[in-house]
Nanobody, 130 residues
Framework: QVQLVESGGGSVQAGGSLRLSCATS????????MGWFRQVPGSAREARED??????????TYADSVKGRFTSSKDNAKNRLYLHLTSLKPADTGLYYC?????????????????????WGQGTQVAVSS
């Protein structure tokens, strides 16, 4: 059974850092396109922002809103993804999800903003205060 379980969220002050983790089972992260999304408070689930992608080979792309501050990585031996959040701002507050992403028509992994999420975790909450 395919599962994704996010953890590591919390409450921090602006400028702080967090490391989110996504534990997976039922598939191999080494051969899977993955992504990170966030849902800001009060927004619809369909409005989740695609903030990072990580390819099967470990190549990452980021949304402009987080570029230079967030870093995604994965440990294929543990089948885990990580999202390191730094220089956090109140606007980063939200529910953060990892997801399995669809492949492109040519069989590759999509860049951030271009993929279709196929499976979500339950999310982990990040709250940033000013």
């Amino acid at each position: 059974q395919v599962q994704l379980v996010e953890s590591g969220g919390g409450s921090v002050q602006a400028g702080g850092s967090l490391r989110l983790s996504c534990a997976t089972s039922g598939f191999a992260t080494s051969g899977t396109c993955m992504g990170w999304f966030r849902q800001v408070p009060g927004s619809a689930r369909e409005a989740r922002e695609d903030i990072a992608s990580i390819s099967a080979d470990g190549l990452t792309t980021y949304a402009d809103s987080v570029k230079g501050r967030f870093t995604s990585s994965k440990d294929n031996a543990k089948n885990r993804l990580y999202l390191h959040l730094t220089s956090l701002k109140p606007a980063d507050t939200g529910l953060y999800y990892c997801a399995i992403m669809s492949v492109t028509p040519t069989g590759g992994c999509p860049l951030v903003g271009y993929g279709v999420p196929m499976k979500w975790g339950q999310g982990t909450q990040v709250a940033v205060s000013s």
